[in-house]
């Protein structure tokens, strides 16, 4: 009997099992997926010369994580690399604006478009080097951060950070008019804003993008060397080398609750599996409560809440394995790992409205990623593994376009889908679909049969929005990994700090069952890098 049961091998999953393995802790993870990663996961199914990664590519939190940093996993053979250029949003009219490695370099090419914008690209950095790290930290330890907390809001307090405080709170597109007069800085924050499902005119939109933009500034959007499948391998070997074990194949069916506490799960096929001291779930909190836990041992206040729950942003995506480079107009964008294709902040509020009102967008918005670009090994010489994705309503009410696509995603629909986004990135690009060899559909359905916490493509596991962070995840008062159920712990970006591949709900779940069992101060001394 192991003491701990995770569900999940996600990356979440992955890091709570490794926490809970330095401290002593037996481990057992059980995957429904017949291989580990969750949407850390890569492959050659595009093309056999080329490495597509499936779902997330690139990791700017992976980077700045406190929590990734701890488990040292270069010592498990993880290596980096990064792309000339961080990211890159090109115009129609040939002009683009780049998130380049060094500041001074990005400063200078948004002085091409307003000459004040280089100062005010470096004052919004300084503002970062002096806040950023205490709010890193605080984003990604448990919910309230009292440490961090307390020397973040020691600066905040100061007249400097109370400006600060409350351009975060800004719509980016108020924040961009406010710091620039160009459109260049406007592009890098609010493109960056819509990685999330916030809207250029949600408030905290431009805490969002101005946090993704300095990230991508301080820490570059980098790649694992050889795909994604990489930070993985990483993460199981580190766990396997402690004794943890991984079962894939093997879908958990129940959380079994006696005297209001969790000792056991249920397989699919109707294996149990005891657990000594936690229950750990990288599902969503839908999927726990509803699914695995069950109403009987659930508060009626949290499954009322649960009816309120918001999924964010639907996602459709598209891999390609091509001849060449992208032909951008824009040159500049040549060298970027990631590329943002929209015509302008209009264009990007544009989109945003009408994926808010439940239409499919007639011009999307796409989040294209240039991997050989990024990462010399994903294909061969002279050619590019690049993808895609783009948001879509959760629920379609309509479609912009002129196809009538309903949100069935039947082949017709995948097929005009797919050909909408290559038509977006062809009016950036003239000769980009001449240059596709092959390419790979992932419409919402694909994407949540492959990962099951990507309910139809959502990939952050819920809304970003301020109504649902912090004590509001995923349910108000909550913001803990701590369930109602004794010993279980939900260990998903369904809980504080939220989406993205930082490992963090993982670790405050692996912190949270040690605490429980006085062993907190344990993990400290185990988890340091050797």
Known sequence: MPDAVVIGAGPNGLVAANLLADAGWSVEVLEAQEEPGGAVRSDRGVHPDYVSDLFSAFYPLAA?????????????????????????????????????????ETAAGLETFAPADGDAWRAMYEAWRWVGPDLVQALFTPFPPVRAGLRLAAKLRAARGLRLARNLALPVRRLGEEEFEGAGGRLLLAGNAL???????????????????????????????GGADALTAALVSRLQRRGGVVRCGERVTTVTVRGGRAVAVRTAGGEKVRARRAVLADTSATTLYRDLVGQDHLPSRLLRDLERFQWDFATFKVDWALTGPVPWTAP???????????????GLTRFASQVAMGHVPDEPFALFGQM??????????????????????????????????TGRWDAREQETMADR????????APGFRALIGARRILAPTTLQAMDENLHNGAINNGTTALHQQAVFRPTPGTGRPETPVKGLYLASAAAHPGGGVHGAPGANAARAALRARGLHALLHRTAKPT
């Open 421 to 428: 986004i290559e038509a977006q990135v062809e009016r950036f």
């Open 332 to 346: 500049q964008a040549s060298g970027a790992g990631t590329v943002h294709v929209a015509d302008g902040i209009d």
């Open 195 to 225: 990685h999330a499902d916030l809207s250029p005119e949600a408030a905290g939109s431009g805490g969002f993008g101005w946090m993704m933009s300095m990230l991508g500034q301080s820490h570059g959007f980098p790649v694992p060397i």
């Open 64 to 104: 700045a994580s406190p929590v990734l940093a701890r488990l040292d996993l270069a010592t498990e053979g993880l290596r980096w690399s990064h792309a000339p250029r961080v990211l890159a949003h090109p115009l129609l009219d040939g002009r683009c604006a780049v998130l380049e490695r060094r500041v001074e």
């Open 372 to 405: 050989t670009t990024a990462d010399p090994s994903r294909s061969p010489a002279g050619t590019e593994s690049a993808w895609a994705y783009t948001h879509l309503p959760q629920r379609i009410t309509s479609d912009a376009g002129p196809d009538g696509i």
